[in-house]
T-cell receptor, first 114, second 118 residues
Framework: GAGVSQSPSNKVTEKGKDVELRCDPISGHTALYWYRQSLGQGLEFLIYFQGNSAPDKSGLPSDRFSAERTGGSVSTLTIQRTQQEDSAVYLC????????????FGSGTQLSVL | AQKITQTQPGMFVQEKEAVTLDCTYDTSDQSYGLFWYKQPSSGEMIFLIYQGSYDEQNATEGRYSLNFQKARKSANLVISASQLGDSAMYFCAMRLSAGGTSYGKLTFGQGTILTVHP
């Protein structure tokens, strides 16, 4: 498809388990973003990748959260030792560059930590 | 640091009427972009409109227009001729356009829920 693809669409896990969320950006997009949206809340910035530059990790809430982007394309957000407060929708977005006008969002991964 | 404020948690409008959703921002940078996104109940984020800080004219996209008042640091979204399908959450966002450690990062407001009545 031509859009940003995220998988899985839904993930239910037990407290303490690790989870990996995947994002396939639009081909050719150099900028990739992860956001978190809790129920009824706005979007909380997590991390941002731009080309080969060091990622902006300033939004990661704790050291249990990490992300990587391999080959400038696919990105994986990893949450270790999940907690109930990690339950949220995790949204990925990409854009042609960090100055591009449009960000294209994926449909998100709904994470539920029991 | 950048900050986006949407002071209207919820708004109601009659079908076919116009509605304005408020957004104010705070930044010391001169070069930035302002965005509006729509999020229907399905959860997808839909890009609506973009305004650059140096754009002299207000951005328009179909029924959407952005009332950009730079001195007041406001970027209100105007939806004309509201439709039932416009019922959704609306987010205002800002991104710095040049330099600095925050270059590229999009900062969102808390959102406004718009309900269009028939």
């Amino acid at each position: 498809g031509a859009g940003v693809s995220q998988s899985p669409s839904n993930k239910v896990t037990e407290k303490g388990k690790d989870v990996e969320l995947r994002c396939d950006p639009i081909s050719g997009h150099t900028a990739l973003y992860w956001y978190r949206q809790s129920l009824g809340q706005g979007l909380e910035f997590l991390i941002y990748f731009q080309g080969n530059s060091a990622p902006d990790k300033s939004g990661l809430p704790s050291d249990r959260f990490s992300a990587e982007r391999t080959g400038g394309s696919v990105s994986t957000l990893t949450i270790q030792r999940t907690q109930q407060e990690d339950s949220a929708v995790y949204l990925c977005a990409s854009s042609l560059s960090r100055s591009a006008e449009k960000l294209f969002f994926g449909s998100g991964t709904q994470l539920s930590v029991l | 640091a950048q900050k986006i404020t949407q002071t209207q948690p919820g708004m109601f409008v009659q079908e076919k009427e116009a509605v304005t959703l408020d957004c104010t921002y705070d930044t010391s940078d001169q070069s930035y972009g302002l965005f509006w996104y729509k999020q229907p109940s399905s959860g997808e984020m839909i890009f609506l409109i973009y305004q650059g800080s140096y754009d002299e004219q207000n951005a328009t996209e179909g029924r959407y227009s952005l009332n950009f008042q730079k001195a007041r640091k406001s970027a209100n979204l105007v939806i004309s001729a509201s439709q039932l399908g416009d019922s959704a959450m609306y987010f205002c966002a800002m991104r710095l356009s040049a330099g600095g450690t925050s270059y590229g990062k999009l900062t969102f407001g808390q959102g406004t829920i718009l309900t269009v009545h028939p």
